[in-house]
Structure formats: structure tokens, C-alpha cells
């Protein structure tokens, strides 16, 4: 293998593929962890040797181990904030889209149901609807969701810590807002200047990633 040569190894749900990709720099030299689309590129296009974990689904490793799962908003890991439960990252990313725009009864009914499914269903039904205010809001409620999920869990906070400084992106080839669009087996995963999705999943989390690592 030549020199500045690394795989870009794509996981998802315990199954590893690896694409090659050319990157000359060192991710330790860089000061700072993109926290947008528009980052990422500029800092891929600088030719940092990037790293990233993608993941796309919710179940544990085939021997029930903790894994890239844990990272999607359906993994199962209640947790409370103000004194409301959560079943689920998308519970309270949902429950908080309702109470923005002032539909207490959908939040209400939101927290009854257990299935992520369920809930982000009713999340199609919230009155009120805004898509300008919600784009301003829904990234915040994200981070604040998964600082909570994974701050109460300790062994989800050890798996996202250990993460380091890798670039997590949510391979959903069918979701190109929180995801990026693509495959973890695309071998377009590999530049993000070809990824159809803002992933803004993945940057939320490394957000969390952050504020953890401080707090």
C-alpha cells in the first residue's frame, strides 16, 4: 500500500466493507471537528485524512454487544429530562417538535407510545407546523436529546467516546436531511463532496461527542 493510502471502512451493524481513498494529512493536525456539510468538504478538499463510522439501523452486534446501532435516534435507552422519560432519542426529538409549535396534546400522546416508529409518526401530525422554525430548531433539540441519552447511559457514553475523532454519518441511502443519502457500501461514502444528505444526525452527535468529553 502506498503511502497516505487508508481504507475508509464503512460499518454497519457489525458488517465492515472498506473503500480505498486518498488522503496525504494527519486528523490529529487538524484543531477542530466540522460541524457541517460545508466543513467537511472544505476540510476533505485540504486533504485531512479523515475517518469515518457510518452506521444505519438500530439492533446490537450479532453477539448483543453494543455497537454502531447504539447511534441511531430508535435505539432502545430511556432517559429522563425534567422529569419526563424518553423511550428513545426520537421520543424526545419528536415530543419537542410538538411543544414547539404549542401541541401539547400530540407531546402528551407522543410519550405514551414505545415505538420510535409510532412516535415519529405522530410527528407528522403535530398542528402548528413550521418547517422555517423548525429547521432552526431541530438540530439543538438533537443534541440535546443524545447529550441525555448518552450521558445517562454509561456504557453508550464509553461506545461514543470512543469514537474519537472519527466523522459519524448516518449511512441512510433514504434520508437526506439526517443522513447522508448513500450506503455505507457506496464507495461514494468515502467523499463527502458526493454524499446526497446534509447528515445531520451525524453531526449532532458528534456535538454530543463533544459536550460529553468536556462535562
Not at 1 to 21: D, P, S, T
Not at 91 to 98: D, I, R, S, T
Not at 116 to 130: E, N, S, Y
Amino acid at each position: 500500500m502506498r503511502a497516505g493510502r487508508i481504507l475508509c471502512r464503512a460499518r454497519l451493524n457489525g458488517v465492515a466493507g472498506e473503500h480505498a481513498f486518498w488522503h496525504p494529512a494527519d486528523m490529529s493536525q487538524i484543531a477542530f471537528q466540522p460541524r457541517s456539510m460545508a466543513e467537511l468538504r472544505t476540510l476533505a478538499a485540504k486533504g485531512a485524512r479523515v475517518k469515518y463510522l457510518f452506521f444505519w439501523g438500530h439492533r446490537p452486534q450479532p453477539d448483543g454487544s453494543i455497537g454502531p446501532g447504539c447511534l441511531s435516534q430508535w435505539w432502545p435507552a430511556p432517559f429522563v429530562v425534567n422529569e419526563v422519560r424518553y423511550a428513545t432519542a426520537e421520543h424526545y426529538m419528536m415530543v419537542g417538535k410538538a411543544r414547539l409549535f404549542g401541541d401539547e396534546a400530540t407531546a402528551a400522546r407522543m410519550l405514551t407510545v414505545p415505538s420510535p416508529g409510532a412516535v415519529k409518526a405522530l410527528g407528522r401530525q403535530v398542528q402548528g407546523f413550521d418547517q422555517t422554525v423548525w429547521d432552526a430548531h431541530r438540530f439543538d433539540l438533537v443534541v440535546a436529546g443524545n447529550v441525555a441519552k448518552f450521558g445517562q447511559h454509561p456504557e453508550l457514553r464509553k461506545y461514543l467516546a470512543r469514537t474519537g475523532n472519527r466523522i459519524l454519518a448516518e449511512a441512510s441511502p433514504v434520508d437526506r436531511i439526517w443522513g447522508i443519502g448513500l450506503a455505507a457500501t457506496d464507495p461514494r461514502t468515502c467523499n463527502p463532496a458526493q454524499w446526497r444528505g446534509l447528515n445531520l444526525l451525524g453531526f449532532a452527535l458528534m456535538h454530543a461527542r463533544a459536550q460529553l468529553a468536556t462535562g
